[in-house]
């Protein structure tokens, strides 16, 4: 169901509460990644094209329910202001009397930004004084924040009950990317599912064996694959309470018209090291002793070329150690071929997006999903809170 964004309702000059995801890698006071950053922008700026007042809030990391310098948005607020050449004003508190004044000395236009949302414990139990708290400081509130929707919190959920609201532009995007692929794949719909664990993606295979025409696996997850099938991994990392749920994700494709594709060879090392001796071998004859670190080189080629020919991609996980140059080349294979692909592509995944900006290929995507966690779990088909909690478009 489309929800109503920013252009549904009528903004002009109000005092706008905004949650965005301001999660951002930080090391000395810096951010090193500044694209949740950037991608709030086009919101904020429509709000103050609006004139509004707009109030930024969002939470960092995972602070231990009270203040902690080490994890402040102060370096936040220092980036929003280069990137959109204004003075931003950052409060350190969520709530109280500070933030009251500072919010009442707002002129149209003014962006202030309040304090990581964690410090204060009523954030994560979404308490109603919290939510009162906030909600006095702004007429309506906007999420643009998709990545934490899978939270039911005061910033996240609980402010959408008690203000008119409506989601921001990253929302609205993040949400018609995942609706198009789950509503109306176009085929051949080609998914790259990899990384660390299968038990973490069941839900998400399950979901796209209904869906698509090919699901091909990588990373550690195809060892617990092989192994279920009574292969030979040697010591790659294979999860055993996930040789259950992938027998049955395989006899769940048997089945069904979508085919589970493993890898046929893979990059075997003996030890899991930048400098480990390594040798490509046949998939389900890893020695023992050797651990498969990435899919290997025919592999590679078969999934891209799987790709190539897709008119519908979406891509989870890592097809390898692809932070260690000597098993980076498959996920390379796929970043490249999915780049070059004329079908609709979508990313998402904290590793993977890693992945595609690492090798400089993000803006080649239809859509780099900042979800993470919140993108498998609506995969999933799970209703996210702070998704169900806005307005329907069609609602009064
Ligand atoms: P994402 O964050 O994109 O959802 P995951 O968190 O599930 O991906 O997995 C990413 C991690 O999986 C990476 O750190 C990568 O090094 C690791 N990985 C990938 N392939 C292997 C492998 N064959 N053996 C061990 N670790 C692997
Ligand atoms: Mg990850």
Redesign the pocket.
Known sequence: MAKKTVKDVDVAGKRVLVRVDFNVPLKEGRVTDDSRIRASLPTIQYLREQGCRVILMSHLGRPKGGPDPAFTLDPVAMRLGQLLEIPVRKVSALTGPGVEAAAAEMGAGDVLLLENSRFDPRETKNDPALVADLARLGDMYVNDAFSAAHRAHATTAGLAAVLPSAAGFQMEKEVAALDGLLREPKHPFVVVL????VT??IKVIDRFLDLADQILI???M??TFLKAQGLSVGA??VEEEGLEVALQALDKAAESSCRLVLPTDVVAADDFAETAATRVVAAGEVPEEW????IGPETAVAYAQAIGGAAEVFW????????MAP?AAGTLAVAEAMAACAGVTVVG?????AAVNKFGVADKMDHVSMG?GAS?EYIEGADLPGVVALPDKDQA
């Open positions: 990899g990384g660390a664990k973490d993606k990588g990373g550690a195809a060892f790659s990392k651990m498969g670190l990435d989870n996980g890592p097809m390898g150690v692809f932070e098993f995944g904290g590793d993977s997006v993470g498998l």
